[in-house]
T-cell receptor
């Protein structure tokens, strides 16, 4: 079984600052995917970024980037030029690759990110 | 946005009553999932389906059953609701071939068992 740990229950930064959310995971799998999901107060789950474990290059999506360290089983999310709309819960999630996509996601407990004006 | 709806969106029920939550998709995706979200736990997988009439248990399946008679519908049933099943329930869909098997989530159902 996999476990995902987010060690920061809550973080608060000023608008326009850069913030990094931490995520570590434990697995014996070699092929897997990692995700960051955002959940704003509307409760909708929104995919922020994904990373395939076989890719060494870190994924980026506009202001969002990850630092994927496979050997250390670490998957942190960096948000640059933070905006008020980034205020949300952020969840790190893991999925095995075997199974052709049928397996569900294993989530961390989340980090509540607050962007202060 | 992926075409996923959940019904009802809110429900209050009494302990011991049966409850069925519905997830409906218009994307013709093969895989469907039910998660529950509780404070301090993130989202946890209850059951999932990998095709019509093909389902399997997730991490927290006790007290829940599911059915999928059509591609577009995935039902979650609480046979006899308990207060510990008060939660927000999310449905998600996915399809093989999508980059990273991305899962799209429905809007959630808030269930309160009194």
């Amino acid at each position: 079984a996999q476990t995902v740990t987010q060690s920061q229950p809550e973080m608060s930064v000023q608008e326009a600052e850069t913030v990094t959310l931490s995520c570590t995971y434990d697995t014996s799998e070699n092929n897997y995917y990692l995700f960051w999901y955002k959940q704003p107060p509307s409760r909708q789950m929104i995919l922020v970024i994904r990373q395939e474990a076989y890719k060494q290059q870190n994924a980026t999506e506009n202001r969002f980037s990850v630092n994927f360290q496979k050997a250390a089983k670490s998957f942190s999310l960096k948000i640059s030029d933070s905006q008020l709309g980034d205020t949300a819960m952020y969840f790190c999630a893991f999925m095995k690759h075997e199974g052709g996509g049928a397996d569900g996601l294993t989530f961390g407990k989340g980090t509540h990110l607050i962007i202060q004006p | 946005d992926a075409g996923i709806t959940q019904s009802p969106r809110h429900k209050v029920t009494e302990t011991g009553t049966p409850v069925t939550l519905r997830c409906h998709q218009t994307e013709n995706h093969r895989y469907m999932y039910w998660y529950r979200q509780d404070p301090g736990h993130g989202l946890r997988l209850i059951h999932y389906s990998y095709g019509v009439k093909d389902t399997d248990k997730g991490e927290v399946s006790d007290g829940y059953s599911v059915s999928r008679s059509k591609t577009e519908d995935f039902l979650l049933t609480l046979e006899s609701a308990t207060s510990s099943q008060t939660s927000v329930y999310f449905c998600a869909i996915s399809e093989s071939g999508l980059a990273g098997f991305e899962q799209y989530f429905g809007p959630g159902t808030r269930l309160t068992v009194t």
